[in-house]
């Protein structure tokens, strides 16, 4: 009993922090959501050409606003079928209402 314990200052770890904030380039800067999975998970393709690697999550917010972009075709097929069916659920920008 009377064991003093402060949480706060024995659980701080000074990397969590940083961490947090380095996300994929595919996530959107007004998107709040983490990554999921490796930050290379997947390549989209706009229709510019331009590519832009990514976690699963982020590439399938990014393809569900992005008009006539795609997954890279050297994506692993379940990878791409992944973030294609993730897009389909999702609206274009959906972090702007609270998604
Ligand atoms: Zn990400």
């Known amino acids: 009993m009377n064991q003093h314990q402060s949480p706060d200052l024995s659980v701080r770890r000074p990397s969590a922090a940083s961490a947090a904030r380095v996300r994929c380039p595919a996530a959107a800067a007004k998107d709040p959501t983490p990554c999921e ?3 290379d998970a997947a390549t989209i393709v706009d229709r510019h050409g ?3 690697a990514g976690c699963v999550q982020h590439c399938a917010r990014l393809l ?3 008009d006539g972009a795609r997954v890279h075709p050297f994506v692993p097929a379940r ?4 973030i294609y069916f993730r897009a ?3 609206p274009p920008f959906a972090w702007e209402i609270g998604r």
Do not use: F, K, T
């Open 88 to 90: 389909r659920e999702l």
């Open 37 to 39: 999975g490796p930050h």
């Open 64 to 66: 569900a606003g992005l």
């Open 50 to 52: 331009r590519e832009v």
């Open 79 to 82: 990878q791409s079928l992944e």
